[in-house]
C-alpha cells in the first residue's frame, strides 16, 4: 500500500531553529566539522575522546545524541572561469578534472524526549502508528533549559580545539527554493545539496529509494561488537617497524569505506538511577538461576562487573546503535558494498549484521528529528567511554580560504586542495616566521615539489631569487621569461653590481654590498682590512657615481669604474696625500686587473643584458659549473644575496621569496655563514621568506651557525621520503626537533602509494603544531617543465626549438605523451 510521505512523516514541524516530532520530541542539529583524516596524534585522540566523553555527560536524561557521518561519492569540477590562468595552472585544472574523491559531511543531532514517552521500540515505531499526535506540550522554561544545555555540549566540544559547531537553522533542515534542507537529504539520500528530485522510497522488500539500492549493517548486539576498544587504532598501511601510525578507531568506516555511505551513531542517555536498578534485579534472576547453567553464571558476572564499574568509576551508562547504510544505483554492486562493510568492520574485530526485518524501523528513525522514535531493542548497553570510541572523529583534507599557498593532493585520493604555508600560519599564532627549510634525498621528488612551490608563488606576486646547482629549475624560468644566470664556456656567467635599475638607487645598502664585493675580490678570507682601506673604497665609489651624473655616456660597469680608478681616483689620492699603508692603489688596481677588460675574468663584472634585476620577478643563479672554482662561486654568491638584500629593503608590500638549493660549498665559509643567520633572522621583518633545500642533513649540521641559524629560524619544515633512513632517524628528528607523532607521519611518506599514479608524497610541519603529509602530483606538462631528468629536458628542449616557444613545445610533447598511455 503506498502512502505519500507528508501523510507519515514524523517531523510536525521545524520552528526557531528546532525540529518538533509528532511525539513531541525536540531536536537541535550542528553542522559539524572534524580533525582531518591522518593528521592527529595519539595523545589527540585521547583528548578529543576525553572532550567527548564531557561533552555527553553535560545532556539531560531522555536525550539522544545522534551523529550522521555522509561519506559520498563526488567529482572534482576543475574551474575553467579565471582569465589570468596560467598555461601549467590550466593544465593542473585539465588533469584533476573529474577526479572522484569521497566527500564528508558530519551532523550532530541532540533529541530531548517528552518525560513519560514511550520506549520506542519495532512494535511502537511512528511509521506504524502515523496518526498520533504528541501527549504533551513543551513549556518554555522546558525548552530553556535544553537549549542551555546544548551550549554547555557545544563549548565543551569546542574547547577541545579539533571540533566545530555550527548550529543548523530552519533555512538548513528544511528545504529551500534552491537548496535541499536536511530532513529531504536523508529521505531520499539526496548526494548533492541543490538535488530536486523527489524519490519513492520502497521499504518492503529490502531498502530502495528511487533508484538506489540500499542495505543496512548494525552493530546492536554486545556479542557483535570488538573485545577490545580505544579512542585510536594501528594503521598498518603507515606504520613502521619504528612507529605505529594511529587513526581513529572507526576511520574504516569512515573516509576508508570507499563508497556511498552514512555512518549513524546513536547514544541514548536515559534514567541512569533507573537502568542501574534494572540491572541490579537482573543480576539477581541470574543470581538465582546460575546454578542451573554456565552461561547464567558468565552473565551474572559480567552485570555484576558492569555494576561495579558504574559506580566505583562514576560511570554514565548509555543505550548505544551503530549502523552503515550504503548505497548504488546498481544492484549488482550490492554484493561488493557487502564485502567492503564486511572487511572494515572485522579489521576492528567486529562482526557486520545485516539488517533485513528490522532496516525499515532503523532507517526511518534515522530521520533528523526522529531518534526518539528508535527501536531501543536494536541497542547494547554500554558506558559513555566505550560508546564514544565507535565515534567518527576524522574528516577529509580541506581547502584553506588564504589567497596565498600551492596545489596539493588529498592523500587518500589526490583531491586537490589548497594549502598556505606562509600567511595563515602566522594569523594563527602558529608561526612567527615564513622560512622554510626542505630536507629530501636524491629522487625524493624534492625539485618536484620546490619547483611547484615556486611556480605557485611566483604567479601570486612573489620576487623569487634562486641560488640552485644542478639545472633544476630551467625550464620553469624559460616558462615565465625570468632571469637565468649560468656558466659555460661559451656563455660564461656575466653580472654587473655597478649597473643601477629602474627603481633602484645609491643608497648605502647598494653602496656596502658594492665595498664588500670589492674587498672580496681584494682580499684573502684570511687577511683583514683596514678602517682607510673602507674609507677610501668609500670616496671611490662616491666619486664615481658623481661623474656618471655629470657624464651620461659613461656605462656604468666595473671597466668603467676601473678606469676612473687608474685616471681620477689616482690624482685625488695624491691631492689628499693618502700613503700607501693606508691605501694600496697600485695592489688594489693590480689584484683586480683580471677583471678589466682583456682580463681573465673580464666578463665576470661588466654584463650589459639581464640588468634590471629588481623589477624581475624570477632571478636564478645557476652555479652547478662553478661550485669548485675558488673565484667564481664565491663571488656570485656573493651578488646574488646582495640582490635578495636589494629586492627585501626596496620592494615594499612585495612577498620576497630566496630559495638556496645545494650551494652549500659558500655558505661553509664564516662570512657567508654570518650573513645567512642575519638573512634568516631579518627577512620576516620586509614580508619575505627564505628557504634552504638540501639532501643531507650533514650539510647543515658541518657549520653550527648555519645549522643554528637556519633551524631555529624556520618554521616550516618540509621532508620527503626518509624510509633509508628510518634506522637513524633520531639523530633528524632531534636535530629538527620533530615530535612522535611527526616521526611517525615522516616515516609514513609513500608507504601506501598508489601505483596507478605517478606521484610523491611530503610531510609538512607549520611550528611543530600542525603536521599532514599531501600528495606532490602535477600534470603531465607540469611534469615536463619541472623534470630533472636528462633525456627529458633533451626532448623538451627540441620540442621548443621545433614548435617556437616552450609553451608550445611542452603542449605537444605531453599531447603526444598521453596518447601513447
Not at 189 to 215: P, T
Not at 395 to 402: L, V
Request: glycine share 4%; proline share 3%; aromatic share 12%.
Amino acid at each position: 500500500m503506498e502512502k505519500w510521505l507528508k501523510d507519515v512523516l514524523p517531523i510536525m514541524d521545524v520552528e526557531h531553529d528546532c525540529i518538533v516530532s509528532k511525539q513531541g520530541d525536540i531536536t537541535v542539529a550542528f553542522h559539524c566539522s572534524l580533525p582531518e583524516i591522518f593528521s592527529l596524534s595519539n595523545e589527540d585522540y585521547e583528548t578529543l575522546h576525553q572532550g567527548i566523553i564531557k561533552a555527553i555527560k553535560v545532556l539531560p536524561k531522555f536525550t539522544v545524541f545522534q551523529k550522521q557521518d555522509w561519506f559520498v561519492q563526488s567529482k572534482y569540477k576543475a574551474d575553467f572561469t579565471k582569465e589570468d590562468t596560467s598555461f601549467l595552472s590550466r593544465s593542473s585544472e585539465s588533469y584533476f578534472n573529474e577526479r572522484p574523491y569521497l566527500d564528508h559531511t558530519c551532523y550532530i543531532l541532540l533529541t530531548k524526549k517528552p518525560d513519560g514517552r514511550k520506549v520506542g521500540s519495532s512494535l511502537f515505531s511512528n511509521l506504524l502508528r502515523p496518526s498520533l499526535a504528541p501527549e504533551q506540550t513543551i513549556s518554555a522554561v522546558m525548552l530553556q533549559d535544553f537549549l542551555d544545555s546544548v551550549g554547555q555540549f557545544k563549548r565543551i566540544l569546542e574547547d577541545t580545539g579539533f571540533i566545530k559547531l555550527q548550529r543548523l537553522c530552519n533555512g538548513d533542515l528544511l528545504s529551500q527554493e534552491r537548496k535541499i534542507g536536511l530532513i529531504e537529504k536523508y529521505c531520499f539520500l539526496s548526494e548533492r545539496d541543490d538535488s530536486f528530485l523527489v524519490k519513492d522510497i520502497e521499504l518492503k522488500n529490502g531498502l530502495r529509494v528511487g533508484d538506489q539500492h540500499a542495505q543496512l549493517y548494525t552493530l546492536s548486539a554486545g556479542e557483535d561488537l570488538p573485545a577490545m576498544c580505544g579512542s585510536r587504532i594501528n594503521y598498518d598501511k603507515y606504520s613502521t617497524d619504528k612507529t605505529k601510525f594511529s587513526i581513529g578507531f572507526v576511520s574504516t568506516l569512515g573516509q576508508l569505506l570507499p563508497c556511498n555511505h552514512i555512518y549513524s551513531q546513536y547514544l541514548f542517555i536515559e534514567d541512569s538511577a533507573k537502568t542501574m536498578k534494572k540491572l541490579e534485579s537482573k543480576r539477581l534472576r541470574l543470581q538465582s538461576l546460575a546454578a542451573y547453567s554456565r552461561e547464567n553464571a558468565i552473565s551474572r558476572d559480567a552485570v555484576n562487573a558492569f555494576l561495579n564499574e558504574a559506580i566505583s568509576e562514576q560511570r554514565l551508562p548509555v543505550k548505544a546503535h551503530f549502523n552503515v547504510l550504503v548505497w548504488t544505483d546498481k544492484e549488482a554492486e550490492l554484493k561488493d558494498l557487502k564485502n567492503m562493510v564486511s572487511s572494515a568492520l572485522a579489521q576492528m574485530d567486529a562482526v557486520a549484521k545485516q539488517e533485513t526485518a528490522g532496516a525499515a524501523q532503523i532507517f526511518w528513525s534515522g530521520i533528523p528529528g526522529n531518534a526518539g522514535d528508535f527501536p531501543l531493542n536494536d541497542t547494547f548497553d554500554t558506558f559513555a567511554e566505550q560508546a564514544a570510541c565507535f565515534l567518527n572523529m576524522e574528516s577529509n583534507y580541506r581547502s584553506s580560504i588564504s589567497p596565498v599557498g600551492l596545489r596539493m593532493g588529498d592523500r587518500l585520493t589526490g583531491r586537490p586542495v589548497h594549502v598556505d604555508i606562509s600567511d595563515e600560519p602566522i594569523l594563527k599564532g602558529v608561526c612567527t616566521n615564513r622560512n622554510k627549510f626542505i630536507l629530501g634525498p636524491s629522487g625524493s621528488g624534492k625539485s618536484f615539489f620546490t619547483n611547484h612551490m615556486v611556480r605557485s608563488y611566483y604567479e601570486q606576486g612573489a620576487h623569487i631569487v634562486l641560488v640552485d646547482v644542478g639545472h633544476s629549475y630551467k625550464g620553469l624560468c624559460d616558462m615565465v621569461d625570468g632571469y637565468y644566470f649560468t656558466y659555460d664556456e661559451k656563455h660564461p656567467i656575466k653580472f654587473n653590481p655597478f649597473y643601477i635599475g629602474e627603481g633602484d638607487s645609491l643608497d648605502t645598502e647598494k653602496k656596502e654590498s658594492i665595498k664588500a664585493l670589492l674587498l672580496a675580490l681584494w682580499k684573502k678570507d684570511t687577511e683583514p682590512f683596514t678602517r682607510s682601506e673602507y674609507v677610501a673604497l668609500s670616496n671611490a665609489l662616491q666619486l664615481y657615481y658623481d661623474k656618471l651624473d655629470k657624464d651620461s655616456s659613461i656605462f656604468p660597469c666595473f671597466n668603467s669604474f676601473y678606469d676612473f680608478l687608474r685616471q681620477d681616483f689616482v690624482e685625488v689620492l695624491k691631492l689628499e696625500r693618502v700613503k700607501e699603508k693606508d691605501f694600496d692603489i697600485d695592489n688594489f688596481l693590480y689584484v683586480l686587473r683580471p677583471y678589466y677588460s682583456n682580463g681573465e675574468f673580464d666578463y665576470l663584472l661588466n654584463a650589459t643584458e639581464n640588468l634590471d634585476i629588481l623589477q624581475q620577478r624570477l632571478v636564478i643563479y645557476e652555479l652547478d659549473a662553478i661550485k669548485d672554482h675558488p673565484i667564481l662561486f664565491p663571488i656570485a654568491s656573493l651578488i646574488c644575496m646582495s640582490v635578495f638584500i636589494n629586492k627585501m629593503r626596496k620592494l615594499k608590500g612585495v612577498r620576497k621569496m630566496i630559495l638556496i638549493e645545494e650551494a652549500w660549498k659558500a655558505l661553509m665559509k664564516e662570512g657567508f655563514a654570518e650573513y645567512i643567520k642575519y638573512l634568516f633572522k631579518t627577512v620576516r621583518k620586509y614580508f619575505g621568506e627564505a628557504i634552504v633545500v638540501t639532501q643531507e642533513v650533514e650539510d647543515i649540521i658541518s657549520s653550527p651557525i648555519v645549522k643554528q641559524a637556519i633551524i631555529n629560524n624556520s618554521d616550516c619544515k618540509i621532508l620527503l621520503d626518509q624510509s633509508k633512513y628510518q634506522n637513524k632517524f633520531s639523530q633528524i628528528q632531534e636535530l629538527l626537533g620533530l615530535t612522535e607523532k611527526e616521526k611517525a607521519l615522516v616515516l609514513s611518506v609513500n608507504k601506501a602509494n598508489d601505483p596507478a599514479l605517478k606521484y610523491k608524497e611530503v610531510f609538512i610541519s607549520l611550528g611543530g603544531q600542525l603536521s599532514k603529509v599531501y600528495r606532490t602530483e602535477v600534470s603531465t606538462e607540469e611534469y615536463l617543465a619541472y623534470t630533472t631528468e636528462e633525456s627529458e629536458k633533451v626532448k623538451v628542449g627540441q620540442y621548443t626549438a621545433k614548435y617556437g616557444s616552450i609553451q608550445k613545445g611542452i603542449a605537444m610533447l605531453a599531447a603526444e605523451m598521453r596518447s601513447k598511455r
